[in-house]
């Protein structure tokens, strides 16, 4: 068996269990290109402040050049006795270059290498994550274009509530989007410091400069507290967390428009292209995608919980435990960028049953709001108004009638407050056009809307 980097004090190897147990490589590899960038910089700073020759620095950076040219050409040998990725990296340049590599571990210990690597690791997949969910708004927004004009049924507790414009109804999940891609950039400032440098925990007596390897990772500013810097996983708990909100916004989203998929709704109708069969029903044609959607939303959740778990009983500072941090990690982001993706193909290939949506519009009195609206510009308090739409809902539920096919007569005879004018507020399509507050679903305020996510998403 090879020499542990740590064998020193050793008289005996581990057990092959052990070595199973404990290793890391097997997903930190992950980190590979972070774990390299990381070490080219602390090599840069040991040389400028002379705790490491020139020339050694010049073949440090050489060799993690050539070790990462080997890694993406898959050359490079992962190897479970090695442990984890920054020793696999450091035994094979050591393996390469010799003596110069046995100084890269200088004022440095796994212990902020890691997490600065997870950090830079974290910070990209944040702006993946943020260019999935621009990539979704901008498909949401599409498909609120197409369908300007489109009046649908609101609901509140499922039940008809009152009309509104469809690409209104869109646009309130692009508002989600938004929050959601905000959050993530909150949370990138706020784990953008660096914890290179503080060691093992206690930092250390020689001259490093960490202001120096801060600025070249792209940092803000080093970590100002050593045991924090090693310790610290809030970061991640602070990303998970935000994964999971983005996640269950992406259910919400799934759960209507399987609703809407189904003969029931019949609102929406999915292209083949997105969904699939049954193995024994043959006349099925599933949202499936959108399921799924829903149901890995729980993945992600999971993460968090295993993160926040695994963190729950640590005393500081570094403790193997925090080993485990890395897979949910990985699983969150890999299943939120899923989840979107697949959500803007999903819109991408759907169609709205209009002649559904329209023959199902007269259905739940959905203009009555309208209608008391009405009686309270003609002077009635509003609660009496409520109370007379009330018996008019009532009288037309007794006759299986709509508000609008109420006489003139029928109405006055409920208030003397109704006019002919009534008429210009009752049906669907005038009870949309009344609306005007500022965020309502009026057709002049969605088209300013949809202006303002056209301009803002830079659609063409
Ligand atoms: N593989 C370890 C991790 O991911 C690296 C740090 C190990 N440090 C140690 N002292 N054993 O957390």
């Not at 040219?69 to 920054?86: L, N, Q």
């Not at 993946?128 to 009046?151: H, P």
């Not at 507050?437 to 969605?446: E, N």
Request: glycine content about 6%; aromatic content about 8%; some cysteine.
């Amino acid at each position: 068996k090879e020499n542990k980097l740590w064998g020193g004090r050793f008289e005996q190897t581990v057990t092959d269990k052990v070595e199973k147990f404990t290793e890391s490589i097997s997903f930190d590899k992950e980190l590979y290109k972070h774990d390299i960038m990381g070490s080219k910089a602390h090599a840069s700073m040991l040389a400028k402040q002379g705790l490491i020759g020139e020339s050694d620095k010049d073949s440090i950076l050489k060799g993690l050049d050539e070790i990462q040219r080997k890694i993406e050409a898959g050359e490079f040998e992962w190897r479970e006795d090695r442990e984890d990725v920054h020793m696999n990296i450091e035994a094979t340049l050591t393996e390469m270059i010799g003596e110069p590599a046995k100084k890269l571990h200088t004022a440095r210990s796994r212990n902020d290498q890691v997490l600065t690597d997870f950090k830079l690791w974290c910070r990209d997949a944040i702006d993946r994550i943020a260019a999935s969910i621009k990539n979704l708004q901008v498909a949401m927004v599409k498909l609120a274009l197409s369908n300007e004009g489109l009046i649908v049924p609101g609901y509140t507790h499922l039940q008809r509530a009152q009309p509104v414009l469809l690409p209104h109804l869109l646009l309130a999940y692009v508002e989600q989007l938004e929050r959601d891609a905000g959050r993530l950039l909150d949370c990138k400032l706020r784990m953008n410091f660096c914890p290179l440098g503080a060691c093992a925990l206690a930092g250390t007596g020689l001259p490093i400069d960490r202001f120096m390897t801060s600025e070249a990772l792209g940092f803000t500013a080093p970590m100002r507290n050593s045991i924090d810097a090693v310790s610290d996983r809030d970061f991640v708990m602070e990303f998970l967390s935000v994964n999971s909100i983005t996640a269950i916004h992406l259910s919400r989203l799934g759960e209507e428009w399987v609703l809407w998929a189904s003969e029931e709704f019949g609102f929406l109708i999915p292209s083949d292209s997105v969904s699939t069969g049954s193995s024994i029903m043959p006349q099925k044609k599933n949202p499936d995608p959108m399921e799924l959607v829903r149901g890995k939303s729980a993945r992600v959740i999971g993460d968090l919980v295993t993160l926040l778990t695994l963190c729950k009983g640590l005393p500081l500072a570094y403790n193997r435990d925090l080993q485990e941090d890395k897979e949910p990690v990985f699983d969150s982001v890999k299943t939120v960028v899923g989840m979107l993706e697949v959500s803007a193909e999903f819109a991408q290939n759907i169609t709205f049953n209009r002649e559904r949506i329209q023959k199902s519009l007269p259905a739940g009195h959905l203009d009555a709001t309208t209608l008391a609206d009405y009686l309270v510009n003609k002077g009635l308090p509003f609660r009496t108004a409520h109370e007379v739409v009330g018996t008019c809902v009532h009288l037309c539920v007794s006759r299986n009638l709509r508000l609008e096919d109420l006489t003139l007569d029928d109405l006055k005879h409920i208030s003397p407050a109704f006019n002919q004018d009534v008429y210009e507020y009752l049906g669907v399509e005038n009870a949309v056009n009344k609306f005007s507050s500022y965020g309502s679903t009026g057709s002049a305020c969605v088209a300013s809307q949809l202006d303002y996510w056209v301009t803002k998403l830079e659609i063409s």
